[in-house]
Nanobody
Framework: QVQLAESGGGLVQAGGSLRLSCAAS????????RGWFRQAPGKEREFVAA????????YYSDSAKGRFTISRDNANNTVYLQMKSLKPEDTAVYYC????????????????WGQGTQVTVSS
């Protein structure tokens, strides 16, 4: 089992930046593919970004491309989401995910999920 804990959310003005972190604990001797998702009120959870085990491959949603950067520190079992030029429409609860299969992370079929961290962008 793997436990994921997100942090770093908060309130920020439009145009600002935030960095989210997701720390893994438990079965961390195995390096998982990781991803970030978000869910706004009244909307379905949507994919934001994913990163492969080594960090050599990343993938972004169209809304995240060019503004968000996913990265990881395998020594500390932590994945990050650096968000810049934030917009009010980025307001959501952000979740991290982990799975042994990269495709399952991208397709929101990951085996492990965190509890989420709230990001609110004011206009």
């Amino acid at each position: 089992q793997v436990q994921l804990a997100e942090s770093g959310g908060g309130l920020v003005q439009a145009g600002g930046s935030l960095r989210l972190s997701c720390a893994a604990s438990g079965r961390t001797f195995y390096t998982y593919n990781r991803g970030w998702f978000r869910q706004a009120p009244g909307k379905e959870r949507e994919f934001v970004a994913a990163i492969s085990r080594s960090g050599g491959s990343t993938y972004y949603s169209d809304s995240a491309k060019g503004r968000f950067t996913i990265s990881r520190d395998n020594a500390n079992n932590t994945v990050y989401l650096q968000m810049k030029s934030l917009k009010p429409e980025d307001t959501a609860v952000y979740y991290c995910a982990a799975d042994s299969r990269y495709d399952d992370v991208v397709r929101a079929r990951a085996a492990y999920w965190g509890q989420g961290t709230q990001v609110t962008v004011s206009s």
